[in-house]
């Protein structure tokens, strides 16, 4: 068995996937702190080959996979032991605690990190604007640890996403969030790319212009 449990559940495909919560059955009202607005069909493809299915969703506040089980949620535990999770058309892989998105799967990978935190939703301020705190990861007088960030959350706090891109290379992950980071990561091919970012006009706020970057990238290496 390749999960620990935390309290006994019946033998079955989830075996190894940890109950770390009881509540929440309703789980598909919108809820902010994950990354798709509803719970689908995801595959959980394993190290060892095995794999499975369940209705999933990310929590880009604790960077946890969680499904859905009886009407409760989930977290997906012990996810060193899992290869790949395929959910809404895309592929999600494990890198140190928190699930990554993989944009570009090639020599030069690209991945997406959804990082979320909760903040609080901000007090009125002087013409008609909301002042806000910085992020928080605890929520005095409520529940700790992850399995209160998959419940509904109280109105006043919001989540702040901020979503950071990931180059490998040579097995290395380094983020980037603008061109002069990025060029860091290839001082031999800086020339190159900084004429191919200029005359493609590259805007690294946009999803497709950096998949075009890695793909020139992994073109340099040929």
Known sequence: MYLRLLRVIPTSLF??????????SNYDTPLPQYLYPEFS???VKMKNGNSLTAKMNYNMVTGNMV???????????????IDTVYLQN??????????Y??????????????NGSLAPAGKPAGY??????????????????????NLELPPDFIVKVDRVYWIRKDNNMSSFMNMKQFLKIFPDKESN??????????????????????GYCNELIM
């Open 15 to 24: 075996s190894f996937l940890t109950i770390i919560l009881t509540a929440q």
């Open 41 to 43: 069909s995801a595959i």
């Open 67 to 81: 499904f859905v089980r009886d009407g409760k949620l989930y977290d997906l535990l012990n996810p060193e032991t």
């Open 90 to 99: 895309c592929k999600f892989v494990h890198f140190e605690k928190v699930f």
């Open 101 to 114: 998105e993989v944009i570009v799967a090639a020599p030069i990978s690209l991945f997406l990190h959804h």
């Open 128 to 149: 008609g604007g909301t002042s806000h705190t910085s992020s928080i990861t605890t929520l005095s007088g409520y529940q700790s640890g992850n399995a209160y960030y």
């Open 193 to 214: 790319l900084n004429e191919y970012i200029k005359k493609n006009h590259i805007k690294f706020e946009r999803r497709n212009d950096l998949i075009k970057l890695t």
